[in-house]
Nanobody, 115 residues
Framework: QVQLVESGGGLVQPGGSLRLACAATGIIFALYDMDWYRQAPGKERELVAT???????KYADSVKGRFIISRDNAKNMVFLQMNSLKPEDTAVYYC?????????WGQGTQVTVAS
């Protein structure tokens, strides 16, 4: 059974940091391109960051210079280090794994940036 389980969300003040983690089971993790998406209330889900199976990385313009995506294939995990957080980063953050025509989603973790 495939599972992607996110953790690390919470409430943080503007300017603060959080580190999200996503643990994958049931897949050959090293083959998968891994993404972080987010969805704010009333908005469409948007791609935040991608790290491919070859560790090529892309970021949305809105998070460049603030967020860092990384992966640990030995632990089947992908991370999102979020720094200099802004209220507009408030959203549910989802982990996604893609390989060929298959993709899997986690259940999401809430990130709230507020004072």
């Amino acid at each position: 059974q495939v599972q992607l389980v996110e953790s690390g969300g919470g409430l943080v003040q503007p300017g603060g940091s959080l580190r999200l983690a996503c643990a994958a089971t049931g897949i050959i993790f090293a083959l998968y391109d891994m993404d972080w998406y987010r969805q704010a209330p009333g908005k469409e889900r948007e791609l935040v960051a991608t790290i491919t199976s070859r560790s090529n990385i892309k970021y949305a313009d809105s998070v460049k210079g603030r967020f860092i995506i990384s992966r640990d294939n030995a632990k089947n995990m992908v991370f999102l280090q979020m720094n200099s957080l802004k209220p507009e980063d408030t959203a549910v953050y989802y982990c996604n794994g893609e390989y060929r025509s298959t993709d899997y989603w986690g259940q999401g973790t809430q990130v709230t940036v507020a004072s």
